[in-house]
């Protein structure tokens, strides 16, 4: 078969458009189909306990409109995937993501057994009530739980900001989701064919990145969907992977329109930062990173700095592109990075350009 060789150029207009960053999303409908596309969402990094997902940037409304009566309603529900972190899904998705993600608990343990038989009998139950039940610590419950939550077995009520939620099996909650109803096959080629939609090029490294799955079931599960016609085998920039063939049509009239000039200000949760993290780290190997930043659809740099509860402490702008460059956009990357830490001009927090073969920074 063939391989397409992907202009980059094109690549990122058809991405940015994709993506709703410079078309956000106007209505529910819109925004439910970027959710879907981008599931499971984590909460944003560095925000409160409680709050609901987002889609930063993506929604005319900032998503918290739709987002907050979804969850209130379960039609956003809170579980743990990627290697047990906390996302959220659209809950008719229960039954894609259960076989992508399960991780069958060992009931043959003791403790294990015994808690989730007294979790059977006494659900649903709040952490505070289980304390006062059993006599163990907090923590050891919240083990406990986590593991039968990645099971599948129980689930955590988020539907607003309270601190005290309560915890509920999972089968009375959800009797209409039937655990085993998709494969495991069919779950990753519907999640593999979801990032080629979302990011117009999708390699093993960017599937690995977000979805925390084994990368020969991924790329396995690509081979599969080339093979109907599904996936077109795809290199852009050296890398190999795949992009749909509706897509891959429209890469011409892409070209001939590149976007216009934009810098976005994406936390550490965000879609993109998680497709492109193992990059990331090769490309700018920065400690102590509060957002990356998106310039012109490529990322180009990094603030830095140290999570407080309160005004965070910004130590440095990063940016990782020709001086020249860098300081004929100096203020509208600080324009966007002031629209996050609206406390940008009262830190000692310098524009550093590192330029493009590493080096001593120049600052701006």
Not at 166 to 183: D, H, K, M, R
Not at 312 to 332: K, M, N, Q, S, V
Request: glycine share 8%; hydrophobic share 40%.
């Amino acid at each position: 078969m063939t391989t397409l060789s992907v202009s980059a150029p094109a690549l990122r207009a058809l991405r940015m458009e994709r993506q709703g960053l410079l078309s956000p999303a106007a209505d529910a409908g819109a925004y439910e189909a970027l959710f879907r596309r981008m599931q499971p969402v984590r909460p944003v990094a560095f925000s409160c306990p409680g709050e609901p997902p987002a889609l930063v940037y993506r929604c005319e409304e900032g998503g918290r409109c739709f987002a907050e009566p979804w969850r209130a309603q379960r039609r956003l529900v809170k579980g743990r995937f990627q290697g047990g972190r906390v996302g959220y899904i659209l809950a008719d998705d229960w039954e894609t993501m259960i076989a992508a993600y399960r991780r069958p608990a060992d009931l043959g343990d003791p403790c294990l057994r015994h808690f989730y038989e007294f979790f059977r009998r006494e659900a649903p139950l709040t952490i505070h009530q289980m304390q006062e039940a059993t006599g163990w610590k907090a923590k050891e419950i919240t083990a406990l739980l986590h593991t039968l939550q990645q099971a599948f077995l129980v689930y955590e009520d988020q539907v607003d900001g309270d601190w005290e939620r309560g915890w509920y099996l999972f089968e009375s909650e959800f009797p209409q989701v039937t655990p085993g109803a998709v494969s495991r096959e069919e779950a990753l080629e519907t999640l593999v064919l979801r990032q080629m939609e979302s990011l117009g090029f999708a390699d093993l490294e960017t599937l690995r990145g977000f979805y925390c799955l084994p990368g020969r079931e991924l790329k396995a599960a690509a081979g599969r969907l080339a093979d109907r016609g599904l996936a077109l085998p795809a290199s852009l920039e050296g890398r190999d992977g795949w992009m749909r063939p509706q897509d891959a049509a429209l890469l011409p009239a892409y070209a001939e329109r590149p976007g216009p000039p934009s810098v976005f200000v994406l936390p550490l949760s965000d879609y993109l930062v998680l497709c492109a993290q193992a990059a990331l780290k090769r490309r700018f190997a920065l400690p102590d990173v509060l957002q990356y930043l998106l310039v012109d659809g490529e990322f180009a740099g990094a603030v830095r700095g140290k999570w407080r509860q309160g005004p965070h402490d910004l130590w440095e702008i990063a940016l990782f592109l020709p001086a020249g460059e860098a300081a004929r956009r100096r203020e509208e990357i600080r324009a966007a990075v002031r629209a996050v830490y609206p406390h940008l001009d009262e830190m000692d927090c310098p524009l550093r350009a590192y330029g493009v073969g590493g080096g001593r920074p120049e600052t701006l």
